[in-house]
Structures are given as structure tokens and as C-alpha cells.
Nanobody, 126 residues
């Protein structure tokens, strides 16, 4: 019953912007920390950004700080990742993820994730 469905991926030029969305169903959305992870070919899935259930806390990996913004709209059961100043090294499959950490928790490791989306491809050309 629990589903996370990403959308918004695509092909953009370096320096451009893209906004990813993740629609969640089948859970009490406000109780879950949400996160975005990404995976490049031949690499392990890596943490990108996280946001607490109440939206008050966010955390980013160093490589995206100042460029990416994670947000959520609990009324719409949706989490977003606004990506600006995109670089070719941002190219990856991006995955939405949920962890049952209550309203204040954030999650930065994949082993704590209970639910994953199917992924959406982001390609940044140079």
C-alpha cells in the first residue's frame, strides 16, 4: 500500500535547474523523515538531502549545499528537491526515501530507509 512516486527528472545543461517531486501514499506522512539519495553507474547509492517530518530540520551532503533545497508539503503528502546550478557530476538516478523517525528526525544513511521510490533519472550535460 505504501508508495513513493518520483517525477521531474530529465536532461538539463550545466548551470540549469530541475525540481524533483515525490508523492507519498499509504503512510502518515508527517511522522516520516524524508530524504533524497542518488546513484551513479557503478557507484553505491549516496545521501543527498533529508528533511524532518515537521519540516523544521534539513541536512545536505557537502557537494550540494547552496545549490539544492529539500522541502515538503505535508498537506499534499509530497516532498521536493529543487536543484539549481546543476553540474555534470550531479548526473544520477535520484531516489525518494522515507524513514519512520517521527516528526523531528532526519536520516542520512540508506540502512535506515524503510521505503524507496522507483527513481528518476537526472542527466546534466556539459
Amino acid at each position: 500500500q505504501v508508495q513513493l512516486v518520483e517525477s521531474g527528472g530529465g536532461l538539463v545543461q550545466a548551470g540549469g535547474s530541475l525540481r524533483l517531486s515525490c508523492a507519498v501514499s499509504g503512510r502518515t506522512f508527517s511522522n516520516d523523515a524524508m530524504a533524497w539519495f542518488r546513484q551513479r553507474p557503478g557507484a553505491e547509492r549516496e545521501f543527498v538531502a533529508t528533511i524532518s517530518g515537521n519540516g523544521a530540520r534539513t541536512y545536505y551532503t557537502d557537494s550540494v549545499k547552496g545549490r539544492f533545497t529539500i522541502s515538503r508539503d505535508n498537506a499534499k503528502n509530497t516532498v521536493y528537491l529543487q536543484m539549481n546550478s546543476l553540474k555534470p557530476e550531479d548526473t544520477a538516478v535520484y531516489y525518494c526515501a522515507a524513514a519512520p523517525l517521527g516528526p523531528n528526525g532526519v536520516v542520512v544513511v540508506a540502512t535506515l530507509i524503510d521505503y524507496w521510490g522507483q527513481g528518476t533519472q537526472v542527466t546534466v550535460s556539459s
